[in-house]
């Protein structure tokens, strides 16, 4: 029995040894791969459509029909706490791990200008007008 164990851990042995440069190969390769990491590209929550949201690990269909459903309601998102507090089913946590993996908040759209019931935009002069103080006696 102890020649039969012998002889199979030489065996053994030899394998490695002789099969060392391709198990080197492999676990170099490995390592690079691992080294490399998952690229995320990020992704303006304020900006993007449903495509680039759902890209995103961590976010659906549903949910990104909800950002961009609440994002028209209500206008562009300040940061990770404020999604977490206008969009259902994203918590504190949610929005963190999002944050992480590449969700940003860019600068919110800036608002638009004055524009009168009859949807023309108000005159300069007008504008002007209502922003002088009134005249004390």
Known sequence: MHKILVHS??????A??????DVAV??????????MGPAY???????ADEA????LKGIGPATAKRILDERDKHGA????????DRVPGVGSKSA?????SGL?????????????????????????SSQKPAATR
């Open 77 to 84: 998102f300040q940061d990770a706490a404020d999604l977490a």
């Open 104 to 128: 940003t908040f860019g600068k919110p759209a800036a608002a638009p200008k004055a524009t009168r019931k009859d949807a023309r935009p108000v005159a300069k002069s007008a504008q002007a």
């Open 41 to 47: 590209a990020n992704v303006d929550v304020n900006t």
């Open 52 to 55: 680039a949201l759902t890209a």
């Open 9 to 14: 851990l030489s065996k053994a042995f030899h």
């Open 96 to 100: 963190a791990n999002l944050e992480a």
């Open 26 to 35: 492999a676990l170099g390769m490995a390592v690079a791969l691992l080294g």
């Open 16 to 21: 490695v040894r002789d099969g060392w440069r």
